[in-house]
């Protein structure tokens, strides 16, 4: 008996979910599209929020930023949950195999004398920070219109949670495995005379009410601390005997470099809306205008402190040609928001 296989193709009725054929018709899509695209919900709620009821659960009045068509924003980097996981896993995972090896020599404990008190005093301190920032990053995830915007919000506020972790882990290594460099982390966020400036700014952003300037706030920061701290003082630990301090700090601009994609994604979005880009290149301005000083006044009651150790450094010039570049980097995103 003679058997003959024959394959037979089965086109399937639709190439993917309602509410991307709503969209863009009936063609395959992306799984990120899938997961995205009018996801959060826009009718039928049970009730309105009892501390606002002049709003709904998801409302775009949240922000003074607004996008006509919210999910005529997406991410660049095309997360969903899997990839997400998948990436920051990766990333985690290579901080591991780089703390393992520097735990193993004991070399963040025998840092130069200057670098190690940079390490403990500024840099393990910003851990603070960190879980501030994820504070501000959960109210963008909660209040932000539409997925779109929402989940790059929560995927930030994981991030920092993490970051926090990288900086709590390399305080304990620099400790000796012990947590008294954490104890003097927290001694010095509380009561350093150079990390005052930034602890306040953080507890200030922490309570905007507008989900978007809290937000754009923290990146005004970022901006300058992660190039200073985690790019800048990388190239200067590896000219000054300090390469440990620079094992680390390859971690924390990886993850700036892709925090940066999305980001900047939006703010082009924002300020070129087809309606609403006006009134968002105002709001920006007003933003920038708010926060852009006081960022750069508290990052650099940093850099005093670290030119303080690491004269050779010159950390408070750095700082300034970071912040002329950035606000150059603004302008040229928003049309003038600077």
Known sequence: MQYELRYRVLEPRRQTYQNVIDRLGDQPASRYLEATLDVEPRENFHYRPTWAQDRELYDERFSALRLTDPYSYTDPRQYYYTPYVTQRAALHDEFGKTLGYLEARDLLAKLPEAWHTVLTSVVVPLRHYESGAQLVSVSGARFAYGTSLEQCCTFAAFDRIGNAQMLSRAGIAAGGGTAEALKEAKRQWLDGEHLQ??????????????????????????????????????????????????????????????????????????????????????????????????????????????????????????????????????????????
């Open 197 to 338: 400036p930034l602890r306040r700014l953080t507890e200030e952003m922490m309570v905007v009410e507008d989900w978007a300037e809290g937000l754009l706030a923290v990146d005004l920061v970022d901006s300058l601390v992660y190039p200073l701290l985690y790019q800048h003082l990388d190239e200067a630990a590896l000219l000054g005997g300090a390469g440990a301090y620079s094992l680390v700090a390859q971690h924390l601009a990886t993850w700036y470099a892709d925090q940066r994609k999305w980001l900047d994604a939006l703010l082009t979005c924002w300020a070129n809306d087809p309606e609403r880009g006006e009134d968002n290149r105002a709001a920006l301005t007003r933003i920038a205008a708010t926060w852009a000083d006081r960022a750069r006044d508290a990052v650099a009651s940093l850099t005093e402190a670290i030119d303080q150790a690491l004269p050779q450094a010159a950390s408070t010039t750095v700082l300034g040609d970071l912040a002329d570049a950035h606000a150059i980097a603004w302008t040229k995103i928003t049309g003038g928001a600077a």
